[in-house]
C-alpha cells in the first residue's frame, strides 16, 4: 500500500514542530473529564507526551491507548509514520468511534492538502517572478 504525498506532508510538518520537541520532559498528570475522581488521575504523561497529543486533538486516554496499541501487532506491522488517529481508528471499539476517527483524520488531510496546494501556487508564482525569462530545464 502506497502513502500519498499528504501524509508526508503532515508527517513532516507534525514531526518539525518546534514546541512538540521543546517542551520540558517532566512527568505531567492528567484528569480525564468525567473519568476517576480529582484524588486518583487515570492518566500520567510527560509534557512531550501531552504535547503530542495535543498535536493531534487526542485526549490523554486516547494518547495512552495508541501508545499501548504501537507496543502489540499494531506496531510491528505498520510503518513507523503511521498516525495515531489512524492507530485509534483501525482498531476502534465500535462503528461511532471508527466514523469519529475517520472524519478527523479526513478533515487532517484536506487541511493539509490545502497549505500544500497554497505553497505550490506560492512556488509557482514565485518561480514565474524570478525565472520566467529561463527554460525550467537547460537541456545543454
Not at 61 to 77: A, D, H, K
Request: net charge negative; proline share 5%.
Amino acid at each position: 500500500m502506497t502513502r500519498s504525498l499528504p501524509c508526508v506532508g503532515l508527517w513532516w510538518v507534525l514531526s518539525t514542530t518546534g514546541p512538540v520537541h521543546a517542551i520540558d520532559r517532566a512527568t505531567t498528570q492528567i484528569l480525564e473529564t468525567g473519568t476517576g475522581s480529582p484524588s486518583t488521575p487515570d492518566t500520567t504523561l510527560s509534557a512531550s507526551e501531552l504535547a503530542q497529543a495535543r498535536v493531534w486533538g487526542l485526549s490523554a486516554t486516547e494518547w495512552q491507548r495508541y501508545q499501548q496499541l504501537m507496543q502489540g501487532i499494531r506496531g510491528s506491522v505498520s510503518p513507523s509514520t503511521i498516525s495515531p488517529i489512524e492507530v485509534l481508528g483501525i482498531h476502534a471499539r465500535d462503528r461511532e468511534e471508527r466514523r469519529r476517527y475517520a472524519q478527523t483524520w479526513a478533515h487532517t488531510l484536506h487541511e493539509d492538502v490545502d497549505r500544500i496546494l497554497a505553497f505550490q501556487r506560492a512556488y509557482d508564482d514565485a518561480a514565474k517572478r524570478l525565472y520566467s525569462n529561463e527554460p525550467l530545464i537547460d537541456i545543454a
